[in-house]
């Protein structure tokens, strides 16, 4: 009898051991990597892969409050007129990232299982929203290291992802000037595309984690 306890114990400690490991593990891929973060200033520059054209621009990250969202801010610099502002947070309930893109041509969900390695890959959902039609895309943010992250942004093409805007970013200190005013209707903003993903996926209503 004594036995049969002893290795019942040893069962369940194995199986409380995996299952915290696979639980540990999931949670690490929504965590950036060790001494990352986005929060601060960033001098962004790069090209347009299909014209060759210069792109400049800066990012500012800060995250919220309760630490659960980051919010990124892009102010293009070279050619001037875009700025987006996006949303990056956790669905704990699904083990993944979500991230919302909001800009001048409209907004659109993107999802993503997490970081993979260096690299957080999201992708377009079913939820884009803008101004003319467009491919499904994604963003792919690459850290090199604590200082330095690359951004790409890809679309479909002919069943294959192809590049559309490549940016190699370093953080700057002390604070950048940046001509950019928040826009006042961020908030009705966020309520309308928290409606459309709730349309479009009402069984994760539950689950998200949306800061308003």
């Known amino acids: ?23 540990f593990c999931q949670a690490s891929s929504l965590i950036p990597p060790t001494g990352f973060s986005f929060a601060g200033y960033w001098q962004c520059s790069g090209s347009f892969p299909g014209s060759g054209r210069e792109h400049r621009s800066v990012y500012h990250g800060e995250s919220s409050a309760d630490g659960k969202w980051v ?18 947070g956790t669905d704990a309930g699904q083990d993944k990232l979500v991230f919302i893109d909001m800009n001048s041509s409209g907004y659109a969900i993107f999802e993503s299982p997490g970081w993979n390695g260096h690299t957080l890959t999201v992708t377009s959902t079913e939820v884009l929203r803008y101004s003319s039609a467009a491919p499904k895309n994604r963003f792919l943010y690459t850290v090199n290291d604590p200082q330095h992250f690359d951004v790409e942004w890809q679309y479909q093409k002919a069943g294959a992802w192809a590049s559309g805007d490549l940016l190699h970013c370093a953080a700057q200190t002390p604070r950048l000037a940046v001509s950019y005013a928040p826009n006042v209707h961020t908030g009705s903003m966020l309520s309308v595309i928290l409606r459309a993903f709730i349309e479009s996926k009402p069984t994760l209503f539950l689950t998200l984690q949306l800061p308003f």
């Open 1 to 23: 009898m004594r036995q049969l306890l002893r290795a019942s114990l040893r069962l369940l400690a194995v199986g409380l051991t995996v299952s915290f490991g696979q639980s």
């Open 71 to 88: 919010d990124l801010t892009e102010t293009d610099v070279e050619p001037k007129g875009y700025v987006g502002r996006y949303e990056l």
